[in-house]
């Protein structure tokens, strides 16, 4: 009889362990590659022009959310096909109330992207997007801060193409970087993800 009991036991553990082990392995994992960043994400103490406001900052990143692409508005593929993905992103975050808890920054590679080409770039996909110019210099300091990778592979007349990083940045209501998406980026993935954040 003890020897029963000892079997019930047992396989009433084995039972647990094993609901447990899927639970935890499915809908419970961020799909993000987490990042711990000491640093903000901007240099400090330095502004710059953006699409929304003149004197962008690590403070307009406070306070919410933020998911942050490198682009250029000449790029025939991977940039647009990626901002009309965050535009039905956001769109399905809209639908939770969660629209307005995140934002999306478009950073361009491109020094020839004024701001007036960022701004009717993004704004076509979306026009709560927001567009950010800065110098070569200063792209060159962020690209190294980040981690981002890019590079002018050749030119057509005045237009110049880039390979560059194509991943998805989050950004936290600290300014800090916690993590990012790599191609290839998978709307539902991230929109769980969010709605997990943004909560």
Same mark, same amino acid.
């Given at each position: 009889?003890?020897?029963?009991?000892?079997?019930?036991?047992?396989?009433?553990?084995?039972?647990?362990?094993?609901?447990? *082990?899927?639970?935890?392995?499915?809908?419970d994992k961020l799909k993000y590659t987490s990042i711990n960043a000491t640093d903000m994400f901007l240099e400090e103490n330095v502004? @710059?022009?953006?699409?929304?406001?003149?004197?962008?900052?690590?403070?307009?990143?406070?306070?919410?959310?933020?998911?942050? *692409? *490198?682009? @250029?508005?000449?790029? !025939?593929?991977?940039?647009?096909?990626?901002?009309?993905?965050?535009?039905?992103?956001?769109?399905?975050?809209?639908?939770?109330?969660?629209?307005?808890?995140?934002?999306?920054?478009?950073?361009?590679?491109? !020094?020839?992207?004024?701001?007036?080409?960022?701004?009717?770039?993004?704004?076509?996909?979306?026009?709560?997007?927001?567009?950010?110019?800065?110098?070569?210099?200063a792209m060159g300091r962020l690209a190294k801060r980040t981690g981002v990778y890019y590079k002018k592979v050749s030119s057509t007349?005045?237009?110049?193409?880039?390979?560059?990083?194509?991943?998805?940045?989050?950004?936290?209501?600290?300014?800090?970087?916690?993590?990012?998406?790599? !191609?290839?980026?998978?709307?539902?993935?991230?929109?769980?993800?969010?709605?997990?954040?943004?909560?």
């Amino acid at each position: 009889m003890r020897m029963n009991k000892s079997y019930i036991i047992y396989g009433l553990a084995v039972v647990i362990l094993t609901i447990t *082990f899927f639970h935890d392995d499915g809908q419970d994992k961020l799909k993000y590659t987490s990042i711990n960043a000491t640093d903000m994400f901007l240099e400090e103490n330095v502004t @710059y022009k953006s699409t929304k406001i003149d004197n962008f900052s690590n403070n307009s990143l406070k306070g919410q959310t933020t998911l942050v *692409f *490198f682009g @250029y508005s000449s790029c !025939p593929d991977f940039c647009p096909d990626t901002l009309a993905k965050s535009n039905q992103l956001f769109e399905l975050l809209k639908k939770d109330n969660l629209d307005k808890k995140l934002q999306l920054l478009f950073i361009s590679v491109d !020094p020839k992207d004024n701001l007036e080409v960022i701004k009717k770039y993004v704004e076509y996909f979306n026009k709560d997007f927001i567009g950010l110019s800065m110098s070569a210099d200063a792209m060159g300091r962020l690209a190294k801060r980040t981690g981002v990778y890019y590079k002018k592979v050749s030119s057509t007349g005045d237009i110049d193409f880039y390979d560059h990083t194509g991943a998805l940045f989050i950004v936290d209501d600290n300014a800090k970087i916690i993590g990012l998406y790599t !191609p290839p980026l998978l709307n539902k993935d991230i929109y769980d993800d969010m709605k997990r954040i943004l909560n």
